[in-house]
């Protein structure tokens, strides 16, 4: 049977060494996969060690390069974000270049004709158009965020900010409090300022942007920054069987990577006898820390609520939770606290009334796809510019304020917060979060506006892979 040119195509993913950017773009692999695509996800020899990765993820391949720090990996002790960025870009070019050129060869499968990269690893792009190839940045936030940085990256938006709010074409008026924390804080932020910024220094030389989201969502910052870049929303990339009844290639629903262990089994049994709707789920992602203070009060105001609640506290964090905290809650049945959580299953549960998160872009996007409204409660990074979107434009959400006098949000705001979304005042909410799920869902879906984007994406590579060819063959 005569194969389709897009099954010929072998595209290489390249994310950066964190779980929040290495799930998503697994995700949008196996989407590659369904397409023909031959899909290989490249992770650091450190990430690859830690989680005893095989040959293949699934349907997906996976290799493996060197970013320098093959024993310690990127938070190794001691290192800067800087240090770490110039070892990479120096050993990591090196070696996907090798990886590239090892694919050339007949024992290791078919040639590589794509780079997705992320970009805070921009360096993957001069690598990919030293061979040739097609290539295009992951973003793994919100299309929103990514025109900010890139208005800063362009100078029309100057650092320090003179004077807030700021207004920029295609986004709502912004204020310091809704802007990502290193805008108004830029100085010493200035590394990850940097970090977030340099993802357009050669963005000029990409094929086409892929992001993390999809058109209905942000369409009026999409169509502002297309007439820039070439922009594909593709997302949510969170696996298909949670927003279809159809079989999906992803093993049952299993999300991308854990780099944490846990048991999965105890959440999900606490939940199954929990009614409809009743269950706070709290959760800040795999790199926040709240100080020893802001995690009693959070604890405190959680108990206030006389709701129940299941609260994900890293095990590094647990000393900070109040003495007999951890007692006390398992005792009444009121709380569980465990270690990690399965967090894509705990908010498909029909017992989850309301996430308290910490608004990253993964965990804010897998609440709208699955329905579930939110409390904000933002750190840094894009975290505030995601809140500020689910409270006032979205409308799926309320926002906690944070005191004036000592920085800290108190255990009462937290109770109002909560309250406001779980009670009567919160019904709006609830159905604005219905009706971004049924978005999602017809987004990706067949015809959907991000399944057209993937196949419009294959249809380049495709594109790309016979010119290359027979450019080859003519010179």
Request: hydrophobic share 40%.
């Amino acid at each position: 049977m005569e194969r389709k040119s897009s099954e010929e195509c072998h595209v290489i993913l390249l994310p950066y060494p964190g779980q929040g950017h290495i799930n998503p773009m697994t995700e949008f692999a196996r989407r590659l996969v369904s397409r023909g695509i031959r899909a290989t996800l490249v992770t650091t020899v450190f990430i690859s060690n830690s989680l005893k990765l095989g040959p293949t993820i699934g349907h997906v391949h996976h290799d493996v390069i060197s970013d320098g720090f093959d024993d310690s990996g990127r938070y190794g002790k001691g290192r800067t974000l800087p240090e770490y960025l110039e070892k990479a870009k120096e050993v990591g070019s090196r070696s996907l270049s090798e990886l590239i050129e090892k694919y050339k060869s007949a024992p290791f499968g078919q040639p590589v004709d794509c780079v997705v990269y992320e970009p805070f690893l921009p360096w993957a792009l001069d690598v990919a158009k030293e061979h040739g190839l097609y290539a295009a940045p992951f973003f793994t936030q919100p299309c929103a965020v990514d025109y900010v940085y890139y208005n800063v990256w362009a100078g029309s938006l100057g650092l320090p900010v003179d004077g807030w709010p700021v207004e920029i074409p295609g986004l709502p008026v912004m204020e310091a409090a809704d802007a990502p924390s290193f805008l108004v804080d830029p100085v010493s932020s200035k590394d990850f300022l940097g970090l977030l910024v340099n993802q357009f220094s050669n963005a000029e030389r990409a094929d086409c942007f892929l992001i993390n989201t999809f058109y209905e969502l942000e369409k009026e910052v999409v169509d502002t920054f297309s007439k820039i870049c070439p922009i594909l929303p593709i997302g949510p990339t969170i696996p298909s069987n949670y927003l279809t009844t159809k079989p999906s290639m992803t093993e049952n629903g299993k999300y991308g990577l854990d780099l944490f262990e846990h048991d999965e089994s105890i959440p999900i049994k606490w939940l199954s006898n929990k009614p409809l709707s009743s269950v706070i789920y709290v959760a800040f992602g795999s790199r926040a820390s709240l100080t020893h203070t802001q995690m009693e009060e959070l604890a405190l105001g959680l108990k206030q609520t006389a709701h129940y609640f299941l609260w994900v506290v890293r095990e590094t964090e647990q000393a900070k939770l109040p003495k007999q905290f951890l007692k006390s809650s398992g005792n009444d049945n009121k709380g569980l606290v465990v270690k990690w959580s399965p967090q894509l299953k705990i908010l498909a549960n029909k017992a989850i009334g309301c996430f308290l998160t910490h608004c990253g872009w993964n965990s804010t996007i897998e609440a709208l796809s699955l329905g579930v409204p939110m409390v904000a409660m933002p750190i840094w990074s894009d975290q505030p510019a995601n809140a500020s979107f689910v409270e006032k434009v979205w409308k799926v959400g309320v926002r906690v304020r944070v005191s004036e006098k000592n920085g800290v949000v108190g255990r009462d705001e937290i109770e109002r917060c909560i309250r406001e979304v779980m009670d009567g005042t919160g019904m709006a909410m609830k159905k604005n979060a219905t009706k971004w799920r049924e978005a999602v869902v017809k987004a990706v879906g067949k015809g959907g506006s991000s399944f057209r984007n993937i196949d419009d994406f294959v249809a380049k590579i495709t594109t790309h892979k016979k010119t290359f060819e027979t450019r080859m063959l003519i010179g």
